[in-house]
């Protein structure tokens, strides 16, 4: 059957469903019928909530479906040398809680992923801004693949002092820092979040094939990466996939703030 068809089915018949399970509380809620019920409705069951019960059994029986069709057709991601793909990490702080960011930072080192380049932008570049940058160097910053750049503008707006000369020079030196290195940070003049994500993207460029973001609080799973590149290099009609991101736990990626 084609996927059109398919999707067409099933919009159509989540459609019916939703509007048959509405009308059916509707109905029972008017005429309030009551299967059982104590002396003085201590203790009562009706249409109500007969209604309600059976809208969890089938939504909890869907869900059971869905994720046994996801496990078996979850696999390992077999990438040939000649499809390998270049991807970057990109990680949003700003003021973050000291912990959360060691947390952050570890997980992204724990990510199996060949070669996956950790870039963290943090929004600030102020003496209290600095603690983030020492994290980063404890964390990251103990081989020759880490870099680092405070910059005192952004890509939009110009520091304190900076010439027009000096603020092209900081943009070639967050590219290059970027670029160059495994793991980089980079400090820039708060400009917000998107500013942020500016900057990495900006600076990544056409250097890697996928970018890959999350929050500085955030601990991803080890095979967060390969998995959600597993689903775009599978689907080509898939032109972003989300993470499975829960409050306190592991985190297949992440994506806002």
Not at 15 to 34: E, K, M, R, W
Not at 67 to 78: G, V, Y
Not at 223 to 236: G, H, N, S, W
Request: with cysteine; proline share 3%.
């Amino acid at each position: 059957m084609p996927v059109q068809l398919t999707t067409a089915l099933r919009v159509v018949g989540t459609s019916l469903f939703a509007l048959a399970v509405l009308g059916g509380i509707l109905a029972a809620y008017v005429t309030g019928y009551q299967f059982i019920h104590t002396e003085k409705h201590y203790l009562s069951f009706g249409l109500y909530g007969a209604i309600l019960g059976l809208h969890l059994l089938i939504q909890s029986l869907f869900a059971f479906l869905e994720h046994r069709r996801m496990r078996r057709a979850a696999r390992p991601l077999k990438l040939p040398c000649s499809r390998r793909r270049a991807v970057a990490l990109c990680i949003a702080a700003y003021q973050e809680d000291p912990d959360y960011l060691r947390k952050c930072l570890r997980s992204a080192q724990r990510i199996a992923f060949p070669d996956l380049k950790v870039v963290m932008v943090v929004d600030g570049n102020r003496q209290e801004d600095a603690y983030m940058l020492d994290i980063f160097h404890e964390v990251l910053g103990g081989t020759d693949q880490a870099g680092f750049f405070v910059w005192r503008s952004n890509f939009h707006e110009a520091g304190e002092g900076e010439t027009e000369t000096s603020l092209q020079e900081g943009m070639e030196r967050v590219r290059a820092v970027v670029r160059t290195s495994t793991f980089s940070c980079v400090m820039q003049k708060w400009g917000g979040k998107r500013e942020v994500m500016y900057t990495a993207f900006k600076a990544l460029g056409d250097s890697v094939d996928y970018i890959q973001v999350c929050d500085s609080d955030t601990v991803l799973d080890p095979a967060c990466t390969i998995e959600m590149l597993r689903v775009l290099e599978e689907d080509p009609q898939v032109g972003g996939v989300g993470g499975d991101v829960q409050p306190s736990g592991k985190s297949l990626a992440v994506g806002d703030q």
